[in-house]
């Protein structure tokens, strides 16, 4: 184990292992440096001192949650984002060798109300698909996009990280890499593979390896990135692209993003009988237990399901 460790130490080293081998989006690296670094001036206004990683106990935690809970009205499902965070970080201690055990262990996470998922029916989902403007090279990119969100169930981080070579049409095949950069195959029904076979056709020729690109509305050329990104689109670029086209169509309601329509290729699958631990895969979960909140279904479903009884 390593010595005279503090937390602020290894914060870099912890971003670095989200990014690589964890392959999380930007997005979600920043929410974990930002509790962690909560976290760490709790301890330091706490102990006048920042105190070594080693020294770190579970009570210390308990003692940041309360005071989180108290001072701040925190939900249980922002208790449990903190949670997770602290126990991903000290994991990765443990497994780097910079403690012997982790004092998030024996932190439990509190429960949390079972919510249904926010998705769109298959009427709402046509009217989404309708609304961009196929005339242009931007609504072909956009209408690409939502196809492929909506018929694919793909997370907006493995949409934005797809390269060109990714897309198969001889197996009608994308590879996705997922949390954890593990590899899938996800299969294309025909709406995507029209659309994508669509949007090839007008992109514009550049060294990108990225499938979607960024477009400068002013002049219709690429839009440049100062930092240097070889032009994929941004995590806002994708859920403005999402939030733009549901505001023209009239449809859901101000919750639907991005991940919104993973929920709706989910749940359509599920309500066409499509066998759970089938959704799963596709889905790329891990654990079942993730995939099991599309087992709901509408009150018709379950009518019918009761009137199978009638002829026993």
């Avoid at 090279?137 to 209408?143: L, Q, S, T």
């Avoid at 992109?203 to 219709?220: C, D, H, K, V, Y």
């Avoid at 070889?230 to 859920?239: A, G, I």
Wanted: a positive charge; aromatic letters at 8%.
């Amino acid at each position: 184990m390593s010595p005279g460790r503090y937390l602020s130490d290894l914060l870099p080293a912890f971003d670095a292992y989200l990014q690589v081998e964890r392959n999380y989006s930007v997005r979600t690296r920043d929410i974990y440096r930002y509790e962690l670094r909560r976290f760490m001036e709790f301890m330091i206004r706490s102990a006048g001192r920042e105190v070594p990683l080693a020294d770190i106990s579970s009570q210390h935690i308990r003692d940041f949650l309360h005071h989180m809970q108290m001072d701040n009205n925190y939900r249980s499902a922002t208790v449990s984002r903190i949670i997770s965070t602290l126990k991903s970080f000290f994991r990765f201690c443990v497994e780097q060798r910079y403690l012997e055990i982790s004092p998030a262990d024996l932190i439990r996470l509190p429960k949390q109300p079972k919510k249904l998922p926010i998705y769109l029916v298959s009427e709402e989902l046509k009217k989404l698909l309708d609304a961009p403007d196929r005339d242009t090279f931007i609504g072909i990119r956009d209408y690409a996009i939502l196809v492929t969100l909506g018929f694919t169930g793909i997370r907006r981080q493995e949409l934005i990280s797809a390269n060109v070579d990714d897309v198969n049409f001889s197996h009608s095949s994308l590879k996705v890499f997922g949390k954890g950069a593990k590899e899938r195959l996800v299969p294309l029904n025909n709406w995507v593979l029209d659309a994508l076979r669509a949007y090839m056709d007008q992109r514009p020729i550049t060294e990108t390896r990225a499938l979607f690109i960024n477009i400068n509305n002013r002049r219709g050329g690429l839009k440049e990135r100062p930092e240097g990104d070889d032009r994929r689109l941004s995590p806002v670029t994708v859920h403005n692209i999402v939030k733009k086209y549901v505001r023209l169509a009239c449809v859901g309601n101000s919750k639907i993003s991005p991940h919104k329509l993973r929920h709706t290729f989910a749940t359509l699958l599920h309500m066409n009988n499509v066998d759970i631990l089938e959704i799963q895969k596709l889905l790329g979960h891990a654990a079942i237990t993730s995939t099991q909140i599309y087992t709901h279904t509408h009150s018709d479903r379950l009518k019918k399901a009761v009137d199978t009884l009638d002829d026993i």
